[in-house]
């Protein structure tokens, strides 16, 4: 393997585990950032899940009518709004043609193989590092609010046994037994599923804290840096334009999230990644005399209640509405009623406490995978169109992305998420 010159553009999940793993296996890196420092985008206060038991496309079997009728509720859990409507045509066609059950299963099975491998490098390097990031090993708990909830729940874990996913079917009574702060709405839930393999923590905490161990180790971060063009000669791209300098190197790594697109247009090359919006609020739990252990999902909402030390972090819900980062009143308002459901006791106690909200773009591919490897100009690679996954499958396409560069075996299928795709 020879020694590269790398520019990773993008500071977020991807980038920062694309920057840590490059240097640490000798390449030179250098990372140019839009804004001031890192992980200020889509990566800045997630749900901080770090689920392998996830890996389902959000464009799943039935995703057109979920879409249709999302138009007329404002409280829908995927909700499409009109306006940035002809400017996602295309995208929004594969996103769709995207959801038939062969090609949905298979890029669950393709997620959540990256993701297994991910999770354990993610904790790895956390452990190797000693990174402080609220990190909890107590699973997650997906509960189920009606029968036919619990049963779909299972079946999608039965399609993943095989893969090697282990999970258990709780009743509600085991349900409390596994997490005693949803007592109170016991009588309300058909049951959860328990995945022990997975962990959470708070991803920006662990991204900047593996930013600073990147730099000490020699990487160049250069923020307030926005990339304008991309280099190329003859089909290759040789390097990059910033707003006062060209920068020639061996290889260019693209890790700008939602906003990855636009650099490769130019090269006649249509990266199907385009933004679905999410929220969070963060609470304050360190007045509560009891606390949940265990991170909830709610799939109705595509959210999640993730504890992570004194906070609590509620965060989902997905919004196709383009690049607009407006702090919605109704979406917030679905997150702060999914709390009071699952924890009516004392919701209302810590959403009057410190609360901070917060909107982030999730860069989701139109087929549910993300892209890792060289794309068809070559020099030019991608890790980037996470969507939901971004943290759970940052360290494993960072480690993917190194092997395919150094030309070395790589330790999972890259076929699924090959760049070079579009
Ligand atoms: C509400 C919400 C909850 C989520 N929960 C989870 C979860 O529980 N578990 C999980 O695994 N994932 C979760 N995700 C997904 C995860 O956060 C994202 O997939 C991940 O943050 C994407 O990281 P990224 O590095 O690709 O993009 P980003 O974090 O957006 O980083 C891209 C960076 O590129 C920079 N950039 C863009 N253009 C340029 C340019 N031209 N020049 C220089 N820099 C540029 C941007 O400024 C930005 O810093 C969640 C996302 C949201 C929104």
């Not at 985008?41 to 770090?50: C, I, M, V």
């Not at 059950?101 to 099975?109: G, N």
């Not at 393709?110 to 609220?134: C, I, P, V, W």
């Not at 997975?198 to 593996?210: F, M, N, P």
């Amino acid at each position: 393997m020879s020694r590269k010159d790398v520019i990773i553009i993008g500071a977020g999940l991807a980038g920062i585990a694309a920057a840590w793993t490059l240097q640490k296996r000798g390449h030179k890196v250098v990372v140019l950032e839009a804004n001031d420092g890192p992980a200020l985008e889509a990566s800045f206060a997630n749900a901080g899940a770090l689920t392998p038991s996830e890996p389902e496309p959000w464009n799943a079997p039935g995703v057109h009518w979920q879409l249709i009728t999302s138009l007329f509720d404002p409280h829908a859990a995927m909700k499409l709004r009109l306006r940035p409507l002809p400017g996602l045509i295309s995208w929004g066609l594969r996103f769709l043609r995207n959801s038939t059950r062969k090609r949905y299963e298979a890029a669950t099975r393709a997620n959540f193989a990256l993701s297994t491998y991910s999770a354990r490098l993610t904790l790895e390097a956390g452990k190797a590092l000693g990174l402080a990031f609220d990190n909890l090993p107590n699973g997650t708990l997906k509960i189920c609010r009606d029968q036919a909830g619990l049963d779909a729940t299972i079946e999608a874990a039965k399609l993943l046994e095989a893969e090697g996913m282990r999970y258990h079917v709780l009743d509600s009574k085991q349900t409390v037994e596994r997490e005693p702060q949803l007592a109170s709405v016991a009588d309300k839930l058909a049951g959860s599923v328990l995945y022990p393999d997975d962990q959470s923590g708070d991803a920006r905490q662990y991204i900047t804290a593996l930013a600073e161990a990147a730099a000490a180790d020699g990487v160049e971060f250069e923020y307030n840096t926005p990339v304008t063009d991309l280099l190329d000669r003859a089909g290759r791209v040789v390097g990059v334009y910033t707003q006062s300098e060209v920068l020639e190197v061996d290889a260019v790594i693209l890790t700008a999230g939602q906003a990855s697109w636009q650099l490769m247009k130019p090269l006649g090359l249509h990266l199907p990644v385009r933004p679905v919006k999410g929220y969070s609020i963060t609470l304050d739990m360190s007045g509560l005399n009891s606390r949940p252990a265990v991170p909830v999902v709610d799939e109705a909402m595509h959210a999640i209640a993730t504890p992570m030390g004194d906070r609590l972090r509620v965060a989902g819900t997905a919004e196709i509405a383009g690049t607009d980062k407006t702090v919605r009143r109704d979406r917030i308002d679905n997150l702060k009623q999914m709390l009071r459901s699952l924890y009516p006791d004392f919701a209302d106690q810590i959403l009057t406490g410190d609360l901070k909200e917060w909107t982030g773009l999730r860069p989701m591919s139109a087929d549910g995978r993300p892209f890792i490897g060289q794309t068809r100009a070559k020099g030019l690679w991608l890790s980037c169109g996470h969507g939901h996954l971004g943290w759970t499958q940052a360290m494993g396409s960072a480690a993917l992305l190194a092997d395919l560069l150094d030309g070395e075996e790589t330790k999972i299928d890259p076929a699924p998420f090959a760049a070079d795709r579009i």
